[in-house]
């Protein structure tokens, strides 16, 4: 069943969910947040679903909040629709494979540091550019990384925020293996089909005894991050990031040729 940004597919045992909004870099809105926590529950209490497989369309995975909307409708505390969106996927029982093409930037980026596999295209790219946008990083990343990675290593992506390709990305671990551009969702539905086809119960248990021991840190950091970022979303770095932002889509919008313009 397919809704406005998301086509849900079944292979077998494996669930696809795919964003599906490519005019807007399959960014991600407060109704589209609600829509993929119901769609995560459903899995979850289908016990014909064993795994889910999160992808995009073929040239973005997605390129984060959808900045109108997230302006809209702020964050301001635990209940907005991307955290019960992030808590749904973090707590999720069953393995979660993403296959990632094209772009995947901010919250696009983050998401997939709760899923359990993640094959990337050799073109794509990730960047996490919190601090460019006066705002901190979110949902666990502040201790999920540098546990990772190392401090110094983690304060390269979320300090500098500078955008990086498949190939840094493998080499860090933030992906398992980066695989051909034309070759990124047969090889995430290779692994979704071979953890379908596995003991469940057994998968399910290791996947929830291997996040035992970081869950009480992980509820901490994103507590805390919570706290810092409701503040940063009212404050003038934040404001003025937005403001610069929106006066480089519109010169953009202006170097754009007429012809071009009306051919969109």
Known sequence: MDTVGLKVEG???????GLDNPARKNALTSDLYNTLTLALQAA????????????????????????????DNPIRDAG??????????????????????????????????HCDF???????FFQMPFVQLGICPEFGSTFILP?????????????LGERFDAATAETLGLINRQVPDDQVMKAALEVAQRLAAAAPLAIQATKKLMGRAERSEFDR??????????????????????????AKQVARRKDVPQERKQAG
């Open 221 to 246: 950091a994103m507590s805390a991050e919570l706290e810092v970022l409701v503040e940063a979303l009212q404050g003038e770095e934040f404001t003025q990031a937005v403001a610069a932002f929106k």
């Open 147 to 159: 546990a990772l990675l190392g401090r110094q290593r983690a304060a390269e992506l979320l300090l």
């Open 44 to 71: 979850d209490k289908d016990e014909s679903v064993r795994v889910v497989l999160l992808t995009g369309t073929d040239r973005v995975f997605c390129s984060g909040n959808d900045l109108d909307d997230f302006l």
């Open 11 to 17: 292979v077998g045992a494996v669930r696809i969910l």
């Open 118 to 124: 993640v094959y990337a295209g050799q073109s794509a």
């Open 80 to 113: 907005h629709p991307v955290y019960r969106f992030m808590n749904q996927l973090s707590r999720f029982e069953k393995p979660v494979v993403a296959a990632v093409e094209g772009h995947a930037v901010g919250i696009g980026c983050t998401l997939l540091l």
